[in-house]
């Protein structure tokens, strides 16, 4: 059963109950959208995904743009998909001041 909680009213909301590496029903998808449309960032926590599955689950929502950012700077497990990025608060060999 799909659950949504607000972590941050209007801004984050939190879904349970639905595995994101299989793809989801209509339904299911209809109520995640229903929840987007609620709050712009949504958190789906303890996924693991494969790079396909993130991105069928992605498109989703709608056309996917392939990113302009050279593959080097995607991350190396997104570099040779273009629809992929690596987002992230980690800053690897650069010394933090």
Do not use: C
């Amino acid at each position: 059963m799909l659950t949504v909680t607000s972590l941050s009213k209007p801004f984050a909301g939190e879904i349970k109950g639905v595995d994101l590496s299989r793809p989801l029903s209509d339904a299911h998808f209809a109520e995640v959208l229903e929840a987007w449309y609620q709050y712009p960032v949504l958190v789906f926590r303890g996924q693991e995904l494969s790079l396909e599955a993130q991105q069928d689950f992605a498109s989703r929502f709608g056309p996917l743009m392939a990113r302009a950012r050279p593959a080097s700077a995607r991350g190396k497990s997104a570099q040779d998909n273009p629809y992929l990025m690596l987002v992230s608060n980690v800053q690897i060999g650069r010394a933090h001041v």
